[in-house]
């Protein structure tokens, strides 16, 4: 195991750290759901449809 300072432990804990969050944050965006009206042939009727868009 290195021999760390107290610094050297801090900046490598927060480097590891930010190695494990930033592509859970880039990952985290918030989805758009659209809604559309469909014309339904076998209803003979309008329906909606819902989208999500990443």
Same mark, same amino acid.
């Given at each position: ?8 432990? $801090?900046?490598?804990?927060?480097a590891t750290g930010?190695?494990?969050? /930033? ?9 758009? /759901? $659209?809604l559309e009206l469909v014309y ?11 989208? /999500?868009?990443?």
């Amino acid at each position: 195991m290195p021999q760390l300072s107290r610094r050297g432990f $801090i900046a490598a804990t927060l480097a590891t750290g930010a190695l494990r969050a /930033v592509p859970v944050a880039l990952k985290a965006r918030k989805p758009r /759901v $659209i809604l559309e009206l469909v014309y339904d042939r076998g209803l003979g009727m309008m329906r909606a449809v819902e989208r /999500v868009v990443r």
